[in-house]
């Protein structure tokens, strides 16, 4: 008897380490999110704008606490300005984004998500962004991108 609930409680131990299960929120706004990513979605060639993953780590930086990350997140995709924009290198390279004016639940939920999913280290977006930052001669650029892809993409 104590043996079974050892190894259900092991069991169970094991499956919150793997998993990283989503609220109900960020489920919804996991479905909502494929819209952000039409752009955002760091594979695409050539690329229409900086991955979630940049713009998670600068908001995270940023951002003093959860709630805020949100409501950073929601504000800016309610009405991009370049005052509020801090990626910068993104508003360079694409001009600014463009308002995507929907229900603040909607985008409460999208923004829960984005604070919740643990998004993979972009690293085709880096490869192609280093291609092309060679090509442009930026080098300042060019060795912040082979940094972040040494750092995150074992193997290469
Ligand atoms: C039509 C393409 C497009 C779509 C769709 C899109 N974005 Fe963006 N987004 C961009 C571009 C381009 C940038 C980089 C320029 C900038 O920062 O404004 C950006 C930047 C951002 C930033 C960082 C802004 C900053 O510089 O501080 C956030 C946050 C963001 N997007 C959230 C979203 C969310 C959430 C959605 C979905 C509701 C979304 N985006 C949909 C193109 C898009």
Redesign the pocket.
Known sequence: MIKAKISIALAATIFSACSHALSPDATDGKLL?Q??G???EQALSPP???PMWE?KR??ERQAKDDATLVKN?VS??KE?SLE????DV??ER?????A?P?PDDM?NK??TY?LEEEFPPPCDYWNYALTRAKATDKTEFERWYQRMFRRSCSGN
């Open positions: 999110y819209g952000c039409t752009c955002h229409k704008a900086p713009i600068l908001y997140i800016f995709t991009p509020t924009a801090i990626h993104g508003v694409y001009g600014l984004m463009p995507m929907l985008l999208i923004a984005i």
